[in-house]
Structures are given as C-alpha cells and as structure tokens.
C-alpha cells in the first residue's frame, strides 16, 4: 500500500514530532483521521524548531552549524523528567539528532486544523514554556485536550493512560 492510500490515519507526534506531523498534514490531510500531539512542538506557518527556541537556546545549535557539525548530541533522559527505572534504557536508544532538524522552516496552510479530530496531550509534570504553549494553543482552538502527571515520555510513565488516551482520540 502507497501513503497516498491510506485511509483513516491516527497521527501520533511526540515533542519534535509535533514539527514532523504539522508537515505531514500538509501532505496527507485527506487521509488523516485524527491528530495526536503527545507533549509536542506546535509550529506556526513559516517557524522552525529553533524559531520556538529563546536565544540562549539556539546559539549552541547555530555555533554548531557554523562550525560544521551535522548533528546535537542526544539529551539525557533525566533532563526530560523520564521515571529513573527507565533511564539508563532511554538513554542507550537515543542517537544524535540532525542540526537541520531545528533549522528547517515549515509551510502550513492550515491542513492540520482541518483535520476533524485534534487532540493535545501535556505531560504536565514535565516543565516546557514550549508544550505549555501547544497546550494553551490547542485549548484556544478548541482541540480536545489532556494533561497526565509524568514525565515527558508519557509512553513510558503512563503507558495504560496513554493508551486509554489514544483509543479516545481515534
């Protein structure tokens, strides 16, 4: 089966998969039954990861550009509030992640807003300025909305939560 005909999708994006799922919709709308950003990025038409970033924050990923790295070295698991039982297993799968990733800028023309079932989940024991601001964002437009008291990798903290949460969504 070809993307294009897939039917009644569920689109799940978790913290930068937000960025990746707002590209996505632009592509595949029509095939989307329901959107899901689990503790994710909301982008704007025309932002880039980076763009959501306050200067102390992106100088790093832009000196490391500039000197011609291609990737950021994988964060920690603890720094993301992820439960101690499953840290030192997050962090042995984590790999570096592509510079261009938090430098390229979206085109969205609304696709993801059309999508008929919208659904933001915070994984509210983890701060983030960013995901508070899809949360307050998704709660403007109407989304249906959650908030689970763990860390960020809900998967990981809540999984029959999550689940439950999932299954509503679709």
């Given at each position: 089966?070809?993307?294009?005909?897939?039917?009644?999708?569920?689109?799940?994006?978790?913290?930068?998969?937000?960025?990746?799922?707002?590209?996505?919709?632009?592509?595949?709308?029509?095939?989307?039954?329901?959107?899901?950003?689990?503790?994710?990025?909301?982008?704007?038409?025309?932002?880039?990861?980076?763009?959501?970033?306050?200067?102390?924050?992106?100088?790093?990923?832009?000196?490391?550009?500039?000197?011609?790295?291609?990737?950021?070295?994988?964060?920690?698991?603890?720094?993301?509030?992820?439960?101690?039982?499953?840290?030192?297993?997050?962090?042995?799968?984590?790999?570096?992640?592509?510079?261009?990733?938090f430098l390229?800028?979206?085109?969205?023309?609304?696709?993801?807003?059309?999508?008929?079932?919208?659904?933001y989940i915070?994984?509210?024991?983890?701060?983030?300025?960013?995901?508070?601001?899809?949360?307050?964002?998704?709660?403007?437009?109407?989304?249906?909305?959650?908030?689970?008291?763990?860390?960020?990798?809900?998967?990981?903290?809540?999984?029959?939560?999550?689940?439950?949460?999932?299954?509503?969504?679709?």
């Amino acid at each position: 089966m070809k993307w294009k005909e897939l039917t009644n999708v569920v689109l799940v994006g978790h913290s930068y998969g937000g960025m990746v799922i707002s590209g996505v919709a632009e592509k595949m709308e029509k095939s989307i039954a329901s959107f899901v950003m689990l503790d994710a990025f909301m982008p704007e038409n025309g932002q880039a990861l980076i763009d959501m970033q306050p200067p102390p924050a992106r100088e790093p990923i832009l000196a490391a550009e500039r000197e011609g790295a291609a990737t950021l070295p994988p964060r920690p698991a603890e720094l993301f509030k992820v439960n101690e039982k499953d840290r030192a297993w997050v962090d042995a799968q984590c790999t570096p992640q592509p510079i261009k990733c938090f430098l390229q800028k979206l085109t969205l023309t609304g696709a993801r807003e059309r999508i008929p079932k919208k659904t933001y989940i915070r994984a509210a024991t983890y701060p983030s300025q960013y995901f508070d601001a899809g949360l307050a964002s998704a709660r403007a437009k109407s989304w249906r909305v959650y908030e689970v008291p763990c860390g960020h990798d809900v998967m990981l903290d809540m999984p029959e939560r999550l689940t439950e949460i999932l299954q509503e969504a679709a």
